[in-house]
Structure formats: structure tokens, C-alpha cells
């Protein structure tokens, strides 16, 4: 079949818009990052005309650069940062405030005063989730709260409420369509796993108005059809949505419950495939909807590492440690080992398994011989620690340990970073050639909408394996290591 499929990775710092042919390849990518905005500590907004334009912008980019006619676009899929929070009038389309970032925390002691009234319990059962600023539900009930006349024009209907990609949607459909899919209203605090909706009772205890909600449809299906979105023409199908790391489990190819795949990025994300029916963690782990296909769920258990690719980042911008990211690995690789230096990278508070928003990141083992080359090496640790901690609460969720780990982001290419985490994970580490397996994912959803792909066999082929990272320690020299990690991660929290 010619012609190709258009994915929009819409992420936390850019982005990025990837051409897949009708084989499963990738054909040519471009990205455009927009500014971070931080009106005081701990809040972290976008503006969603930026967001709007960095979409707009990669098209175009990646339109001339692969030569290829917009005209012959098949479909367009979508995958996006999850929990961020636009809220926008219906009757102008524009929204009211800027986006409240997934990272965003202000909401921190409403979700304390939500707990101590004696929701949680009801809020765990029902969506799986915990009550954290890390959602949308709080951010979106403070909109209402403190923007004048915010409140009074939800009440009469004239509100709408949409995670990244309902505003994306809205805005290629011309504003014909008010939807999200149901991996992504299954991040918002609002929605029912059980039921597979938005819940009139979990509404009601953020004040919520269910009118603000967008309609909870599949993953892959035919939305609505592009209108007055240029660069693209109208009359393209907008046809496959999932929040960015189910959409890397998708295109990861973790079709079979015990799947998991590690994404880093910004933060790190672990999700496991654990098939059609919810299993509530006990082990402080959300279950959340995978992929919503022809009427059925398929579910993931999910741990998040806040802060992975962003500590680097800090090494860099905050500490002048590095001139560049990609120097890490280098500078790491000059030492053994950390020299008994660790460092918890909980820069934004601590996710899973632990869910303290107000822990602080910590290091310690300092002492005259530390270099920065010990630093560099530590701080791969803590990311690789972190998600040795998520693996070892899915064991225990699930009751087995996954085989081996499929990773992509960025700071998969680090084979240092994977080396680590093949030995604190003590499993196998697949990583694949191609790492834009988010995007591929929303464009596989996309084309399976369409009729480009026929079913999940059929997307098998496009899937390779570019190394493989297998464990080098021992089983006690790697419980003595998580057992020094946890000590550090007590001290860095606060409760």
C-alpha cells in the first residue's frame, strides 16, 4: 500500500513527528522544543499555543525533509505526555490557562486533605492509581478554583477538559471532536477502571464537572478526519491515541501478559503487560489501561521514576558537571564504580514504589576523593536503582519476575546506563534498533485503524533487536547494593 502514516509524539520538553511506511519503518523524523515555564517553585506549565506550534513546526520539518506530499498521509496517530492538563472554552477554543504539567506538584496538600478526609481507599480501588499531584484531577479542580469565573463557566457547560492529546484532537479536527482514549482517562484520577469510564462519584469528589469530560473511546479507531490544521490536508483519518509510554509498550511489542518495557526519558516509566483484567498493587505499583482494542482492555501494572534523563540534565545546567549530556557515559565509564557514592535522584519528590512528593534528592559517600566521574557514575546508579525497585514491587504485584526488559528513550543508547541495570535488575536487557517506539506505537494503533496493518502479528516483523545486556553480578553482591540504595532512600524522604 503506498503512502505513509504521520505519528505525533507530543512530549514534556518538545515535539516530535515521526513518517512510518506501511512496512513498519521508520521513514524520517523531526522535532521542535518549546519553552518550560515555572511561575514559582514546583509548578511547571506549557503553553498549549507552543505545544500547538512545535506540532505544527515538525510536520512541516519532516514533510520536506523525507520529500514525501502530505496528500499521501494514510492515517495520523497520536501519543503524548499523560496526566498534563489543558482546560479550554468551547465556545472561542481557546484554552484558559496555560497546561499544568504532569510534574507540576502545587497540588501536593490538597492530595493530603483528600487522603485525611478518607478517599484513598475509594480512589485506589476505582482507578488504580494513588491520590498524587502527578495526576490530572487536582490540577484541573484548581483551574476551577483559582481562575476568576473559572468555576461558573464549567458550571454552565461552556468548559472542556482534555489531556495533550484530546487538545491535539480538538484542535486537528477543526474543534469537531472532544475525545481522549482510554489509556489516557485512565491517568486522571476521574476514571473507573472497572467500569472502562469517566465516574459521576470520582468526579464529584474533585469537583469536577462531568460536562468538561471528553468522551473515552479506543485506541485505535478512526476519531474524526483532519480539518484546518495546516501543514496537513483535511480529510485525513485521526485514527490511533495512547499516552506515551502505553504507546511504547504497544510498539515495543509486549502483546503477551509479563511483557515489560523501560522507558527513559525525562522520567523513567516500567510497565508491564498484565492482560485483561486489573490487579491491584500492594506494593505501591498503579494499574492502568494499556490499549483499549475492539471493545477490550488490556491492562499494565506501571511504576514511575520521576526524575532519569532530567538528572542528567541537572548534572549538566545545575552543577556544570558536563558540557553536554551524551558526556556522561565518558566521564562514568573513567571510574570502577561509584566509589561509594549514591545519589537518589528525587529532584521532584519520589513516584512509585514510594509516592512521596516531598522527598528530596540526596548524596551521600562524599569524601575528598570523590571526582566527577564518581558523581556521573552515581547518578546512573540511581536511575538504574530506581527501576531495580520497580521490577523487584512487580514481582511482587504479579507474582513472577519478568524475563527480560525491552527499553527505549533516549537514554537507552547509554550502554553504560544498561549495562547497570541488566546487573540491579538481574535480568536481561533487549534494547531494539529503532527507539522510537513510542511513536511507532501510535502509529501502529493508527494503522491497525486504518487497514495498513492486518493484526499484532503483522507488526512482529518490523521489530529487531540492536544488543542485548546481560547480568554480570552476583545475586549477593546485588542484594548488598539495593540494601545501601534503600538506606539512601529512607534518608531522602520525609515520611
Not at 180 to 203: P, Q
Not at 400 to 412: C, E, K, P, T, Y
Not at 422 to 451: M, Q, S
Request: with cysteine.
Amino acid at each position: 500500500m503506498p503512502g505513509f502514516i504521520l505519528s505525533i509524539d507530543q512530549g514534556t520538553t518538545g515535539s516530535t513527528v515521526v513518517l512510518c511506511s506501511t512496512d513498519g519503518d521508520v521513514i524520517a523524523r523531526a522535532s521542535r522544543e518549546f519553552p518550560q515555564h515555572f511561575p514559582e517553585p514546583g509548578w511547571v506549565e506549557h503553553e498549549p499555543a507552543d505545544i500547538l506550534e512545535s506540532v505544527k513546526g515538525a510536520i512541516h520539518e519532516v514533510l520536506e525533509k523525507s520529500g514525501l506530499k502530505a496528500s499521501d498521509c494514510l492515517a495520523v496517530g497520536i501519543t503524548n505526555q499523560r496526566e498534563t492538563a489543558v482546560v479550554w472554552d468551547r465556545r472561542t477554543g481557546e484554552p484558559i490557562h496555560r497546561a499544568i504539567v504532569w510534574q507540576d506538584r502545587r497540588t501536593a496538600r490538597r492530595c493530603r486533605e483528600l487522603e485525611e478526609a478518607g478517599h484513598l481507599n475509594e480512589i485506589r480501588r476505582r482507578t488504580g492509581l494513588v491520590l498524587d499531584p502527578y495526576f490530572s484531577a487536582t490540577k484541573v479542580e484548581w483551574l476551577l478554583r483559582n481562575l476568576p469565573n473559572a468555576k461558573r463557566l464549567a458550571d454552565e457547560g461552556h468548559l472542556a477538559f482534555g489531556t495533550i492529546d484530546s487538545f491535539l484532537v480538538y484542535k486537528l479536527s477543526g474543534g469537531k471532536a472532544h475525545i481522549t482514549d482510554a489509556t489516557n482517562a485512565s491517568r486522571t484520577l476521574l476514571y473507573d477502571l472497572h467500569k472502562g469510564d469517566f465516574d459521576d462519584s470520582l468526579c464529584e469528589i474533585f469537583g469536577v464537572p462531568a460536562s468538561m469530560l471528553p468522551e473515552v473511546r479506543s485506541s485505535s479507531e478512526v476519531y474524526a478526519k483532519t480539518e484546518g490544521f495546516a501543514p496537513l490536508p483535511d480529510g485525513i483519518p485521526i485514527a490511533g491515541i495512547a499516552g506515551d509510554q502505553q504507546a511504547a509498550l504497544f510498539g515495543q511489542m509486549c502483546f503477551q501478559v509479563g511483557d515489560a518495557k523501560c522507558t527513559y526519558g525525562t522520567g523513567a516509566f516500567m510497565l508491564e503487560n498484565i492482560g485483561d483484567a486489573p490487579i491491584p498493587s500492594a506494593n505501591g505499583l498503579l494499574t492502568t489501561v494499556a490499549w483499549r482494542m475492539k471493545g477490550r482492555d488490556t491492562f499494565a501494572l506501571e511504576g514511575s521514576a520521576f526524575v532519569a534523563g532530567a538528572a542528567v540534565q541537572w548534572l549538566r545546567d545545575g552543577l556544570g558537571i558536563l558540557r553536554e549530556s551524551a558526556e556522561i557515559e565518558r566521564l562514568a565509564r573513567e571510574v570502577e564504580d561509584a566509589g561509594g557514592v549514591l545519589f537518589v535522584p528525587s529532584l521532584t519528590g519520589l513516584g512509585a514504589p514510594h509516592w512521596d512528593p516531598e522527598a528530596r534528592g540526596l548524596i551521600t559517600g562524599v569524601t575528598r576523593g570523590t571526582t566527577r566521574a564518581h558523581l556521573c557514575r552515581a547518578t546512573l546508579d540511581g536511575i538504574a536503582f530506581q527501576i531495580a525497585d520497580l521490577g523487584n514491587a512487580m514481582a511482587a504485584d504479579s507474582g513472577h519476575r519478568i524475563q527480560r526488559l525491552r527499553v527505549d528513550g533516549g537514554a537507552s543508547a547509554n550502554d553504560l546506563l544498561m549495562e547497570i541495570q541488566a546487573d540491579l535488575l538481574g535480568v536481561p536487557i533487549d534494547r531494539p534498533k529503532n527507539l522510537e517506539t513510542t511513536a511507532l506505537g501510535a502509529a501502529f494503533l493508527a494503522g491497525l485503524a486504518v487497514g495498513v496493518f492486518s493484526d499484532l502479528d503483522s507488526l512482529q516483523k518490523a521489530y529487531a533487536i540492536d544488543r542485548q545486556f546481560s547480568p554480570r553480578i552476583r545475586t549477593a553482591e546485588r542484594e548488598a547494593r539495593l540494601i545501601a540504595w534503600r538506606d539512601a532512600v529512607t534518608r531522602a524522604r520525609t515520611r
